[in-house]
């Protein structure tokens, strides 16, 4: 029951299907829409809110938000993403970030969207410098939790894709943090072949893969050529 | 540790797990069994448990760690909760924190030697008009001066039975409070302050009388006459009744479910715990005929850890309905109409007021609200269509029936029908519990309740607004100040900003940590308010905190991280001149908060010599 209808996007008009998030109708249409926690693939999870957009004049979450026929939504106005820059400020004052020495450097996520929203000087929040432990315990991969910006994806990649349930969230509030199933990676069924430990799953520094940090040098990683969100957004110019 | 030890943890969590029947949703009864056995669910009961019901121990964890009740570290086997709200400091709390800690030579979070007492803050406990308070366990003990908590202590040293405590404790230490709560089942020094029984709560009711006229109406029928009334919401929201009860009703559905909110958790609000405690039979009522309505056999009452103290009551009341046949199978002679109810408890978490937090926690996750849509109407509890209402609005729904919807529409103003309880608390002659007709304005309250020189009332909690002297002609309903029934006075002598910074820390422990902007955002307003509070603020400070107010207003997922900025954001709209007066300038393009001396003293640490410049008797 293959249901379209039409909805619009910064006045563009969107094509959607019966089911589909706004977040999903808009990349088929090949218009980004920023985002940090989801990736394609697993369940959208709703807890970033960068992706936050307004529909019919309230705000929501475009990952979570089923598109809606006729819907009227807002995505690239100076107010939305001055909160997007807002939130991904925020991300990077909760932990520890030191891009040039990072070697998720290029390959970050969280790093290209900073630049994708125009974030290039330091900003007026206070850096929080939680002291966070890592985790060098598996032979092939690290877990450096200075840099986690609990997105959640190692989580479902985990249980619902892998069908290991390694990784869950523990503690509340600015607590919450990423927990493991044992006291050290070394003793859970972690695996280069996971999903979770393929690169780009973790969009930040967090889990890195023992041995290839610079495997690419900097200057030609994923987000040195070209915007987060380009591979999207060359959508609209390939005919449909 | 002796192999036998361990041997018992593995039965005791074998004999839960099998008492809930292996069934992972019930993961709140479970942990709270093995919480109050062991007095603390460590990482090897946590794997146990995750085995025994095959699931993984970070799982457990995340429950574990997610609710303030439980803990993976040892409590005493008294557990004493001293609630920490910002009334309960201004009736002298902090002294009495300290007297504890002194009398059981104990700091907060710490448990004594002997494993007997542990000591604890705990958030609003749902005893504002008789602070300060604290739970033992979770015997309440109220009214408290320096003298009457060493008293306590010395007391509980001589009796440290935690199973007879509320049995013996009360009794010997003070009288029993009003009501029934001096019966047997409750037994507790708790008073409810009932200050003005209102047309509607605290009338005169026959019992079920309501139900009973609600089984000569069609479901369809008891939804409309429901939504004629007006009854809209009473947690605060004010969202229609009898359009959530159709929502319910109408997705085709195997199964349906009803909860009631009996998760009192916004600091100053004890209106439902007075409801819990003398109009039960009233709320059950008002289940039954929700039941009905929507089409739904199990109910449950969401009932907050603090007031486990009625639980056994509150059970009572539940067998006495099925005795009389209002619970149970074909209720008062309807064939096909089964419906009954369980009680859930809670573990200490503000935001599982929510109705979707609070769907979560009866399941047995982590209490994090859901993405919606869906709306639990449509798919909730375990899937399935939920209701979720307010003790206080089930309530009301019962006096309906019993009355008629043209009744209670005739009560209250125009868009708010009926009567409202409120909670209040704070600089009075009166505090307690009042159920008024909407549209009372707050200056007929503070002459009501006594209150004099008031210098500023906040409505419905931290959640709600503070509103001053030029505002109190306003009035109580959702045309103008919307409560879910808390209102807290401070009268002039009130430090506003200590109380806005304590609001403040109250949301950054009670944020899920979810969502980006209630997580972090809460965090960061608290550190700017501590600067201005310091008094070295400047006018771009003032905006800094719109500002990341407004964000998280506009990118929360949920209420409490849209509603946490409220207490900041009207003090400042409402009270501008107690920021402007903390603001200054900054001097030269010099930021006044750089306090060059403080900046200095780490570095004289880390080298171990002091300034040639900054340093006037500096000499070689
Ligand atoms: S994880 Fe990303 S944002 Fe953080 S330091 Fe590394 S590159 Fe920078
Ligand atoms: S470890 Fe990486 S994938 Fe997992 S929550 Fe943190 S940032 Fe996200
Ligand atoms: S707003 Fe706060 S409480 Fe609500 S989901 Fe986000 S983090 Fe959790
Ligand atoms: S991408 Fe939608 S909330 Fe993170």
Redesign the interface.
Known sequence: MNQTFEFTLDGRVIRAERGQSIMQAADGAGVYIPRLCDVEGLEPEGSCRVCTVKVNGRFAAACTQPAEAGAVVESETAEINHHRRMLVQMLFHEGNHLCPICEASGNCELQAMAYRLGIHQPTRFPYLQPVRPMDASHPDIMLDYNRCIRCGRCIRASADVDGKHIFDFVGRGINKQIGIDADYLAETAASLDDLTFSPGLCPVGCILRKGQGFATPIGQRRFDQEPIGSDIERKREEPA | MPAAATQTTTELVAQVCGRFGHDRTRLMDMLWALQKALRGIDKATQALLAQELGT????I??MV??YAFFTDRPTGRLAIRLCDDVIDRHAGMEEISRTLQQELGLGLEQTSADGLFSLHHTPCIGLSDQAPALLVNEVPVTRLTPERARELIRWLRRNPDPAGLAQTLVGDFAPLGDGCNADPLIHSLVENQIRLPGPVLFAEHRPFSGLQAALQQSPAQLIAELSRSGLRGRGGAGFPTGRKWDFTHRPPAERRYLICNADEGEPGTFKDRVLLTEKPDLLIEGMVIAARAIGCAEGIIYLRAEYEYLLAWLENRLAAARAAGWLGQAIGGVQGFDFDIRIQMGAG?YVCGEESALISSCEGL?GEPK?R?PFPAERGYLGCPTCVDNVETLACAARIFAEGADWFRALGTEQSSGSKLLSISGDCARPGVYEVEFGVSIAELLALVGAEQTGAVLVGGPSGQFIGADQFERRIGFEDLPTGGALLIFNQSRNLLQVVNHYLDFF??????????C??????MK?RMEKLVKGSAEPSDLD?LK??G??LR????CGLGLTAPNPVLSTMEHFPMIYSALVKPPKDGQHAYFDIQAALEESRHLAKRRSMIYDVDYEN
Request: net charge positive.
């Open positions: 993984r121990r970070v799982v964890e995340g760690s997610f978490a982590r993405n849509p950054i422990d009670e944020s899920c940590g979810y969502c980006t902007p997580r972090v955002g809460t965090v960061f550190k800094y500002n990341l407004a964000t506009a990118s929360s997922r």
